[in-house]
């Protein structure tokens, strides 16, 4: 295929690209959804790693970003979104303008990975080791999710102190929040409940 920055050329050679991570995502995939700003593909986190790979070898070298949603009560509960771009790099990755001309993709290609997980266990593989950016996001999320990222290399809190008693983004967190000050010493403490007359 010619390269060209045509929009309907670049949309089909995307759309053949995203048949590949369907297939990589196997029994995993939920969906595949092409999308006006970006395409989407949703999977239990099983597949997110085989996923990742064909990713990566195309030229997927950005992690944007990553967040977390609490669904609740809907099942699965737990999202873990992922956003991709693949940024041409002249000096490092020569290569990725052929590969890309040869597909139809436009240089900057976008993807968004939707991984779901429940509640009795929300465990997601972490992308750390193929992306460092995904360190402090996945610390985050567990902080304020309670999702573990398995394999990662310092899964503790991130903003709150480390004997801080759930996740504070869970629909399920009381409203209220918890009773909670720093003493002298810098370790929480719990303090009795307002008095509300």
């Not at 040869?102 to 266990?121: C, E, I, N, P, Q």
């Given at each position: 295929m010619p390269e060209t920055h045509d929009g309907h050329t670049a949309r089909a050679g995307m759309a053949q690209f995203v048949e590949t991570l369907v297939a990589a995502a196997g029994d995993h995939l939920l969906e595949a959804v092409a999308a006006a700003d970006m395409d989407e593909i949703a999977l239990y986190p099983g597949g997110l790693l085989p996923v990742v790979d064909r990713l990566r070898a195309q030229g997927f070298n950005h992690l944007l970003d990553i967040g977390g949603v609490d669904h609740h009560p809907l099942r699965p509960r737990f999202e873990?979104?992922?956003?991709?771009?693949?940024?041409?790099?002249?000096?490092?990755?020569?290569?990725?303008?052929?590969?890309?001309?040869?597909?139809?993709?436009?240089?900057?290609?976008?993807?968004?990975?939707?991984?779901?997980?429940?509640?009795?266990?929300?465990?997601?593989?972490?992308?750390?080791?193929?992306?460092?950016?995904?360190?402090?996001?996945?610390?985050?999320?567990?902080?304020?999710?309670?999702v573990r990222f398995e394999g990662h290399p310092d899964l503790r809190r991130l903003l709150n102190p480390d004997d801080w008693k759930g996740h504070p983004l869970r629909k399920d967190y009381p409203l209220r929040g918890l009773e909670r000050r720093f003493t002298p010493g810098g370790r929480l403490g719990a303090v009795p409940p307002l008095n509300e007359s």
């Open positions: 873990i979104a992922y956003h991709f771009t693949a940024i041409p790099l002249d000096d490092v990755r020569a290569d990725w303008r052929r590969s890309a001309a040869a597909s139809g993709m436009k240089d900057l290609a976008r993807l968004r990975l939707r991984v779901f997980t429940d509640d009795d266990d929300p465990v997601v593989p972490t992308l750390s080791h193929l992306w460092p950016s995904a360190n402090w996001p996945e610390r985050e999320i567990f902080d304020l999710f309670g």
